[in-house]
């Protein structure tokens, strides 16, 4: 009986620090998601602006010798 309780506590101790580590990798992934969204917005905003002004990008100007 005790053989069978000491594999349950190794099994639960597994457990545990295997939902503690993918805890962290979510927190991490979290955190990144937040600030690629902020680089998202700001660029979207950027963008904005630029088409509020008028402003075309160079890729899309007809080069001076045309």
Do not use: F, Y
């Not at 962290?24 to 660029?43: G, P």
């Amino acid at each position: 009986m005790s053989a069978s309780r000491d594999d349950l506590e190794m099994h639960l101790a597994h457990i545990t620090r295997t939902v503690d580590d993918l805890s962290e990798v979510v927190a991490r992934q979290d955190r990144e998601i937040t600030r690629l969204t902020a680089c998202v917005e700001m660029l979207m905003q950027r963008e904005a602006d630029r088409e509020a002004a008028g402003d075309m990008p160079a890729a899309n100007q007809k080069p001076p010798h045309w």
